[in-house]
């Protein structure tokens, strides 16, 4: 060993070890320190958070909006064992079948729906010359009326979701618009913000899958710590 060379920091982390929820436990620990003053309540709080330590970014919490009830709402879904709608498989892979169950153990792995890579989809998509999502939708269509919705890549997906719901009357439990982009990403998110369902957004480009995810397990936590009727 060259006695000239740096000690490896992983070296000093194995002196004084923590284990990956010990780790957790301490970043939030740091957001909650950290964090500037914002006019969130103490669910809404622990769902922002959540996200801030996905991001890495204090920046996000002035982009970030709920609805009236929104945390209620998500909380109930996942209670009732909702079923959840993904616009990508990113999101899909990414949610904790384990914390989903701690919650209602109902959930099994299909409960979490992403049409956007199947074969019939793919097809329709190449005739039609419209993206994956939006075929991705429409064919979900059947099993979103109360479910908890997860837009997190597609703003096209989004858009489907809104002229369902201003169309046929679709009333999701939830609707968590994070599409990220350039094209279409604010508007989107402005025409959902204003059908009066219940939403989690976030205002203007930024957003993403792991936000998506982010969120969910923010929602698993507080369904986990609240007894019914709790204020949230």
Same mark, same amino acid.
């Given at each position: 060993?060259?006695?000239?060379?740096?000690?490896?920091?992983?070296r000093?982390?194995l002196?004084?070890?923590?284990?990956?929820?010990?780790?957790?436990?301490?970043?939030?620990?740091?957001?909650?320190?950290?964090?500037?003053?914002?006019?969130?309540?103490?669910?809404?709080?622990?769902?922002?958070?959540?996200?801030?330590?996905?991001?890495?970014?204090?920046?996000?919490?002035?982009?970030?909006?709920?609805?009236?009830?929104?945390?209620?709402?998500?909380?109930?879904?996942?209670k009732?064992?909702?079923?959840?709608?993904?616009?990508?498989?990113?999101?899909?892979?990414?949610?904790?079948?384990?914390?989903?169950?701690? +919650?209602?153990?109902f959930?099994?792995?299909?409960?979490?729906?992403?049409?956007?890579?199947?074969?019939?989809?793919?097809?329709?998509?190449?005739?039609?010359?419209?993206?994956?999502?939006?075929?991705?939708?429409?064919?979900?269509?059947?099993?979103?009326?109360?479910?908890?919705?997860?837009?997190?890549?597609?703003?096209?997906?989004?858009?489907?979701?809104?002229?369902?719901?201003?169309?046929?009357?679709?009333?999701?439990?939830? +609707? +968590?618009?994070?599409?990220?982009?350039?094209?279409?990403?604010?508007?989107?998110?402005?025409?959902?913000?204003?059908?009066?369902?219940?939403?989690?957004?976030?205002?203007?480009?930024?957003?993403?899958?792991?936000?998506?995810?982010? +969120?969910i397990?923010?929602?698993?936590?507080?369904?986990m710590?609240?007894?019914?009727?709790?204020?949230?």
């Amino acid at each position: 060993m060259n006695e000239t060379a740096p000690r490896p920091l992983i070296r000093a982390f194995l002196d004084a070890p923590m284990s990956g929820p010990e780790i957790e436990a301490r970043s939030m620990e740091i957001i909650d320190r950290e964090a500037p003053a914002h006019p969130f309540g103490p669910g809404e709080w622990q769902i922002v958070r959540r996200m801030i330590h996905t991001v890495g970014d204090f920046g996000i919490i002035e982009a970030v909006r709920f609805s009236h009830n929104a945390v209620e709402a998500g909380v109930k879904a996942i209670k009732g064992c909702r079923s959840i709608f993904a616009d990508s498989n990113m999101i899909r892979t990414g949610i904790s079948l384990a914390r989903l169950h701690s +919650v209602c153990g109902f959930y099994r792995r299909e409960s979490v729906i992403c049409h956007v890579a199947d074969e019939d989809v793919t097809r329709t998509a190449r005739r039609s010359g419209l993206p994956r999502s939006l075929h991705a939708v429409q064919k979900a269509k059947p099993l979103l009326e109360g479910a908890i919705i997860l837009i997190g890549n597609a703003p096209v997906a989004l858009m489907e979701i809104s002229r369902m719901i201003i169309e046929e009357g679709l009333r999701p439990s939830l +609707v +968590v618009a994070l599409p990220v982009g350039f094209v279409h990403v604010v508007e989107s998110k402005e025409e959902l913000m204003s059908l009066g369902v219940p939403y989690i957004a976030t205002v203007g480009r930024r957003g993403g899958s792991p936000l998506a995810v982010s +969120v969910i397990h923010a929602l698993c936590g507080l369904a986990m710590e609240t007894g019914e009727g709790e204020k949230l």
